[in-house]
């Protein structure tokens, strides 16, 4: 019996030592593509809302987040959604940046404008972090707003790469 162990015996200390290389190749090849994955992540800070008239509503939404990754993201598109009361997904028109610095300037109720809007086009550096807002319509009266079970801004990077923010996340 340990006649037929022998060779397998000898052959051991090489079958570690080639796990071990394989593993350290492993976690070399693991560590130089950490920043390779681009992405966003972030969390909305803040939602204000206010009528439009007794069936629209807007929601400045004001969000934070960084690209943990080597490489420029792109904006391509961003959009808004709310999650109502019942659970339902309404989505919102995103309104231009002029037209939101028209809506601060006409109903100073909503406060000051803390951010730039979040934009097509908007380069976000690899390592960087930025705040910026969003102006949104919504087709339903402000009580349905403000009974919302959260909010949602999701955005698409040029080759198709997608981030969502939450409300309430961290």
């Known amino acids: 019996m340990k006649e037929k162990l022998e060779p397998y015996i000898k052959l051991a200390p090489f079958l570690g030592i080639g796990l071990v290389v394989v593993l350290i190749a492993a976690a070399g090849i693991f560590y130089g593509n950490k920043g390779a994955h681009l992405e966003l992540a972030g969390s909305i800070l803040k939602v204000r809302t206010m009528p439009i008239d007794e069936n629209s509503s807007a929601a400045i939404i004001d969000f934070r987040f960084r690209n943990p990754s080597d490489y420029v993201f792109k904006v391509q598109t961003v959009e808004a959604t709310m999650t109502d009361a019942k659970g339902n997904v309404v989505e919102g028109s995103v309104i231009s940046e002029v037209d939101s610095n028209s809506l601060f300037a006409y109903y100073p109720a909503l406060g000051q404008k803390f951010n ?17 807002m969003l102006a949104v319509r919504f087709e339903l009266p402000e009580k349905e707003l403000k009974a919302r079970k959260g909010m949602r801004v999701h955005v698409v990077e040029v080759a198709g790469q997608e981030a969502e923010f939450l409300e309430g996340a961290k």
């Open 116 to 132: 730039t809007s979040l934009l097509a086009g908007t380069k976000v550096k690899g390592g960087e972090s930025m705040d910026r």
